[in-house]
């Protein structure tokens, strides 16, 4: 039976995907460059986070986390059917995907979090003179090592990306650009929610990064 493109992403998820990993690129990157513009990076970074949490509870089928956050146990069964070479096709993310969206989730909350305390001779992020120096300092250390954990997160999801093309003809890449794949004529697609939905939640999303970056508030 010849396949057909039936949808499988939506355009908020679409955009929070690209989003995130230009945001975090672009942060890591001028993080010794450009205070200013390092900053602006790291709030689209967290505007991202509760923008993703929300769309989690009140987005389409395959954006909800009720639809692909699994038990301990699924994930483990799963991760031992592919060091067999053995791959169940998942419409949405896999246990592991759903494990990698939660990590990079809660990794991205604690790194901006404690960015926001880094004190330096010439920089004072939004909270930085709201505590002393000492901790201060070591919320700025703490900064830069989830940072590196975090590229190294992402580097791994890049690596078993290209794994799932190479040894299980699985294109991830593709769906998560165009929002559809190929599927038999009669799959039924999943519920997608509306675009306004999507455009509250954002709004949620960018007022509450506004307060917790002192944006709103003094």
Known sequence: MEKVEKRIWDLPVR??????AISFAGAY???EVSNVIHQAFAFLCL??????VMWGLVGSH????SSFVHGFDTVKAYGFELVK????EYWGHNPL???AVVVILGLMTALVLAGLFVREDDFAAPWALSVGDGLASMLGGLHEV???ILMFVVVFHIIAILAY?????????????????PANPDFEEPKFAPLWLAIISAVIAIVLTGAIFRIWIF
């Open 165 to 181: 093309r190479l040894f299980f003809r699985d294109n991830l890449i593709t769906p998560m650009i165009k929002g559809t794949r």
């Open 146 to 148: 989830l940072a590196n």
């Open 15 to 20: 955009i929070f995907h690209w989003g995130l």
């Open 97 to 99: 995907g759903a494990v």
């Open 29 to 31: 990157i001028t993080a």
């Open 62 to 65: 395959t954006a909800r986390f």
């Open 85 to 88: 070479f053995r791959h169940k």
């Open 47 to 52: 505007s991202f986070v509760p923008f993703r």
